[in-house]
């Protein structure tokens, strides 16, 4: 079962412009992540956000986390052609570390 | 470099045919995963393991199989009763529980039925 859901399933933006997407998900949990999968390959981590946090940053990504409304949000801000890619969000319901993924957002970045 | 290794890229089956997918770590992670992977459907999780000769079903095990008989290596085997298995199938492993590393993935393995 699919715990995290993304919204949109797609954007498309230029060079330069802020890309934002959202996660949604259904029951507790101890930390959410975001994922980045360039086409045809293995997925990347790129940031982690416990249950406990609200707001994280790495370089160009800012994440939040809303608990009460079980909703996270990655922005990537001033996007690049390499940004091009799909982004999961995938969260850790228990303290197994068994994540569950969403469906994920294509982004594509026009030049 | 530490990482993880899936191979083969490419793999075809025949229908009734046995295939086994091989998944290596150099990363000393306790704990391993098999995803598969279909077009706007997301991961979902086949096997899991979080030590060495053990392991868990995960919400699609039927018609799969593994092994950890090693901390590096985790196979998976996609028997014939998997009735569709046409996919991409990913290798995941992590570090401590609830220690924040998150997953590391390996390139995956693109399987298709013939």
């Known amino acids: 079962s699919q715990q995290g859901e993304e919204d949109p399933q797609a954007l498309s933006i230029q060079e330069g412009e802020n890309a934002t997407m959202n996660c949604s998900y259904k029951t507790s949990i101890n930390n959410l992540q975001w994922y980045r999968q360039n086409s045809g390959r293995g997925l990347v981590h790129l940031i982690l956000?416990?249950?406990?946090?609200r707001e994280k940053h790495s370089g160009r990504l800012r994440v939040t986390l809303d608990t009460s409304k079980k909703s996270s949000s990655l922005l990537i801000t001033a996007s690049r052609a390499a940004d091009t890619a799909s982004y999961f969000c995938?969260?850790?319901?228990?303290?197994?570390?068994?994540?569950?993924f969403g469906a994920g957002t294509q982004v594509v970045v026009t030049p | 470099d530490g990482g993880i290794t899936q191979s083969p890229k490419y793999l075809f089956r025949k229908e009734g045919q046995n295939v086994t997918l091989s998944c290596e770590q150099n990363?000393?992670?306790?704990?391993m995963y098999w995803y598969r992977q279909d077009p706007g459907q997301g991961l979902r999780l086949i096997y899991y393991s979080q030590i060495v000769n053990d392991f868990q079903k995960g919400d699609i095990a039927e018609g799969y199989s593994v092994s950890r008989e090693k901390k590096e290596s985790f196979p998976l085997t996609v028997t014939s009763a998997q009735k569709n298995p046409t996919a991409f199938y990913l290798c995941a492993s992590s570090g401590r529980q609830g220690a924040g590393y998150g997953y590391t993935f390996g390139s995956g393995t693109r399987l298709t039925v013939v």
């Open positions: 995938a969260t850790d319901p228990d303290s197994w570390g068994k994540l569950q």
């Open positions: 990363l000393n992670h306790d704990a």
């Open positions: 956000i416990r249950s406990n946090e």
